[in-house]
Nanobody, 129 residues
């Protein structure tokens, strides 16, 4: 079954922006932390960003820091990834994931796949040069 559904992907030129959304139709994220990952052809899945339940904590991969912003609207049960200043290297399938409650003592844990219990199927983001 599909528990998480991503949307907002598409084709944009370098320097442009996209906002991805992730929702759980008919369900609640509860107090789960949420994350975004991406995977380009021929490459391993890569952590992008994570956010705590309240939004008080965020963590970003160095490659997107300063360009991407993760946020959530718990009333709408939706998490977002605002992507600005996009580069061709950002081309990938972007997936959202629901992880553990709270925030780990070692923050890098949220960049590891094992922190997450549920995954979406992904949305394609393609950046042209």
């Amino acid at each position: 079954q599909v528990l998480l559904v991503e949307s907002g992907g598409g084709l944009v030129q370098a320097g442009g922006s996209l906002r991805l959304s992730c929702a759980a139709p008919g369900r609640t994220f509860g107090r789960a932390s949420m994350g975004w990952f991406r995977q380009a052809p021929g490459k391993e899945r890569e952590f992008v960003a994570a956010i705590s339940y309240s939004g008080g904590y965020t963590y970003y991969a160095d490659s997107v820091k300063g360009r991407f912003t993760i946020s959530r609207d718990n009333a709408k049960n939706t998490v977002y990834l605002q992507m600005n200043s996009l580069k061709p290297e950002d081309t990938a399938v972007y997936s959202c994931a629901a992880g553990g409650e709270g925030w780990p003592i070692h923050v890098r844990v949220v960049a590891a796949s094992h922190w997450y219990d549920y995954w979406g199927q992904g949305t394609q983001v393609t950046i042209s040069s």
